[in-house]
């Protein structure tokens, strides 16, 4: 991760796609940018999909064409210096139960520079947001952290961290909904599961909602496996 200049640009992607693109490398700055512009472009496109730098608007070539969307992208782009916004206000906040104990809590607190009491003072106390949903259904990416903890994924993979795993790098906290092969630290566990397959509205987390983890022992965590949503709750702060 590393700061860099906001400059939006917009893009063809395949035949029903525009991406707009605010900044070569992911940044808090870029990252407020693109969620400002999604929160905004609500009705653009059949889809808005953001992203850590960018926001993919999926349209209908049936109902609307390409010219028509990138109009409207330009005519919103225009409404704002994209270089220095904040984040809009979050519409929920999600408060989610979590064991740090994992195996790398140690080693990722030693490259962040804190002890591991301080590391889980500061992970505990962070409002993130979720910037961006992928690589596997619902997966959450959730920043920033404070500059210290801009530390880098692992030069090898962990070939396995089960489902509820939080894991951490480059500012960053995902969580993942199920058993996955990662090169991120893992630090603690939920039992709380992003995605749910089979329910009505399967993805839990919607990009923009803030996110807080509450620190819980092993055993209390134990007890929440069970619970619909692992002991999360969500406040509406609309």
Same mark, same amino acid.
């Given at each position: 991760?590393?700061?860099? *200049?906001?400059?939006?640009?917009?893009?063809?992607?395949?035949?029903?796609?525009?991406?707009?693109?605010? =900044?070569?490398? *992911?940044?808090?700055?870029?990252?407020?940018?693109?969620?400002?512009?999604?929160?905004?472009?609500?009705?653009?496109?059949?889809? @808005?999909?953001?992203?850590?730098?960018?926001?993919?608007?999926?349209? $209908?070539? =049936?109902?609307?064409?390409?010219?028509?969307?990138?109009?409207? @992208?330009?005519?919103?782009?225009?409404?704002? $210096?994209?270089?220095?916004?904040?984040?809009?206000?979050?519409?929920?906040?999600?408060?989610?139960? @979590?064991?740090?104990?994992?195996?790398?809590?140690? +080693?990722?607190? %030693?490259?962040?520079?804190?002890?591991? /009491?301080?590391?889980?003072? /500061?992970?505990? =106390?962070?409002?993130?947001?979720?910037?961006?949903?992928?690589?596997?259904?619902?997966?959450?990416?959730?920043?920033?952290?404070? +500059?210290?903890?801009?530390? #880098?994924?692992?030069?090898?993979?962990?070939?396995?961290?089960?489902?509820?795993?939080? @894991?951490?790098? *480059?500012?960053?906290? &995902?969580?993942?909904? !199920?058993? !996955? &092969?990662?090169?991120?630290?893992?630090?603690?566990?939920?039992?709380?599961? #992003?995605?749910?397959?089979?329910?009505? /509205?399967?993805?839990?987390?919607?990009?923009?909602?803030?996110?807080?983890?509450? #620190?819980?022992? =092993?055993? %209390?965590?134990?007890?929440?496996?069970?619970? #619909?949503?692992?002991?999360?709750?969500?406040?509406?702060?609309?």
């Amino acid at each position: 991760m590393m700061d860099g *200049v906001i400059k939006p640009e917009v893009l063809p992607l395949g035949q029903d796609g525009v991406l707009v693109r605010f =900044a070569r490398a *992911v940044s808090p700055e870029a990252s407020a940018a693109v969620a400002r512009f999604a929160a905004e472009a609500e009705g653009l496109a059949e889809e @808005v999909a953001p992203a850590l730098a960018s926001v993919l608007l999926r349209f $209908d070539p =049936a109902r609307v064409t390409r010219p028509e969307v990138v109009s409207a @992208v330009e005519a919103l782009l225009n409404t704002h $210096d994209w270089q220095a916004l904040a984040d809009p206000a979050p519409r929920r906040l999600w408060r989610v139960p @979590v064991a740090l104990d994992g195996a790398q809590l140690t +080693e990722a607190a %030693e490259m962040a520079g804190l002890s591991v /009491e301080d590391a889980i003072k /500061e992970l505990t =106390a962070a409002e993130l947001r979720v910037r961006a949903i992928g690589f596997s259904p619902g997966m959450p990416y959730l920043g920033y952290l404070p +500059e210290h903890w801009n530390i #880098p994924r692992q030069t090898e993979l962990t070939p396995k961290v089960p489902a509820g795993a939080l @894991v951490v790098a *480059v500012r960053q906290l &995902v969580l993942f909904p !199920s058993e !996955s &092969v990662t090169g991120w630290r893992m630090i603690g566990r939920c039992a709380f599961r #992003p995605f749910r397959r089979g329910a009505a /509205e399967p993805f839990v987390l919607r990009a923009g909602d803030a996110v807080r983890f509450d #620190p819980v022992s =092993a055993d %209390e965590l134990d007890a929440l496996q069970d619970q #619909p949503l692992g002991g999360a709750v969500a406040e509406d702060m609309a």
